[in-house]
C-alpha cells in the first residue's frame, strides 16, 4: 500500500486507486473553482491531469486562487499551477494547456479524456464545453459560483439534463464577478468529490441533481433536473448513448 493514498485504500482499495492512477481528468479553469479541482485530484492521484487555462494570475485573483502565491503574479496561470501540484504529488501526470475551449487543441483534450471538471467563470465557454461534452459522451462536473452563491451539477450525456436542459437562456453574470473567497472552495471541493466517484466507476452524488449554495445563510438545497426532449445540444441523443 502506497501511504501516501492509505486513509483513501481504506475506502476505495487497492483496484479503486489503480482506477484512479489510470484515469485522466481535464480541469478546465484553473482559477477559484479550479484551484481546489486540481488540489484533491493530483492529492488523490488520478493519473494524468490536464490543466486548461489561458489567463495570466493578477493580483486580484489571490483571495480564491488557492494555487498561487504573489510570487506567481504575471506568470501564466497553468505553468504556475502545474509546477506546484507535481510538487505536490510526483506520481501524477501534470500537463498544463494555455489554450481556449474554441482551440482545436482543446478538442482534442475532450476526446481523450475520461471526466471533465468546468471551473469556467463566463456563460459562452460552459456552453460550448457542454456541447463538446456531450458530442463525445464525457461526463461534465460543472460548478458556477458568485458573490456567496453558487450551484453545481453532473452531465451524464444521454443519461441526465445537460446545462443546456437546465439553463436553455444561459445565464448573465457581473464582471468583473464579485465573490467570496471560501465559495469557490465548497463547490470546487465538491466538483473534486463527484469528478472521483465517476474515476472510480461510482454514481456521482449530483447526476440529474442541482446543488444551490448560498453560504450567506449557510444553506443548501439539492432539486432535482429533468433533460428536455427538445434540448438543442442533447435532445437527440438515446438513453445510455
Given amino acids: 500500500m502506497n501511504p501516501r493514498y492509505e486513509r483513501q485504500i481504506l475506502m476505495i482499495g487497492e483496484e479503486g486507486q489503480g482506477k484512479l492512477s489510470n484515469s485522466s481528468a481535464l480541469v478546465v479553469g484553473v482559477g477559484g473553482l479550479g484551484s481546489p479541482v486540481a488540489y484533491y485530484l493530483v492529492a488523490a492521484g488520478v493519473g494524468r491531469v490536464h490543466l486548461v487555462d489561458p489567463g495570466y494570475l493578477e493580483v486580484s485573483n489571490l483571495n480564491r486562487q488557492i494555487l498561487y502565491t504573489t510570487e506567481d503574479i504575471g506568470r501564466p496561470k497553468v505553468l504556475a499551477a ?3 501540484l507535481s510538487r505536490l504529488n510526483p506520481d501524477v501526470d501534470v500537463i498544463p494547456h494555455t489554450v481556449s475551449v474554441d482551440s482545436p487543441e482543446f ?3 475532450v476526446k481523450e ?3 471533465i471538471i468546468d471551473c469556467l467563470d463566463n456563460w459562452p465557454a460552459r456552453e460550448a464545453l457542454n456541447r463538446l461534452a456531450v458530442r463525445y459522451g464525457k461526463p461534465l462536473v460543472h460548478a458556477g459560483v458568485a458573490r456567496w452563491y453558487g450551484q453545481a451539477t453532473t452531465v451524464i450525456p444521454g443519461k441526465t439534463a445537460c446545462l ?3 439553463y436553455p437562456k ?3 453574470s457581473e464582471s468583473p464577478i ?3 473567497g471560501p465559495a469557490p472552495g465548497v463547490l470546487g471541493a465538491i466538483e473534486a468529490a463527484e469528478a472521483l466517484r465517476i474515476l472510480l466507476g461510482l ?4 447526476a440529474g441533481k442541482l446543488l444551490i449554495m448560498d453560504l450567506s445563510a ?5 432539486v432535482k433536473v429533468r433533460r428536455r426532449p427538445d434540448c438543442p445540444v442533447c435532445g437527440g441523443l438515446g438513453v445510455g448513448e
Avoid at 449557510?218 to 439539492?222: L, R
Wanted: aromatic share 4%.
Fill in 178 to 180: 464579485p465573490v467570496i
Fill in 203 to 206: 454514481e456521482p452524488g449530483l
Fill in 107 to 109: 478538442e482534442e483534450l
Fill in 113 to 115: 479524456v475520461d471526466v
Fill in 218 to 222: 449557510g444553506a443548501f438545497e439539492v
Fill in 170 to 172: 444561459g445565464m448573465r
Fill in 82 to 84: 502545474a509546477e506546484r
Fill in 164 to 166: 443546456a436542459c437546465i
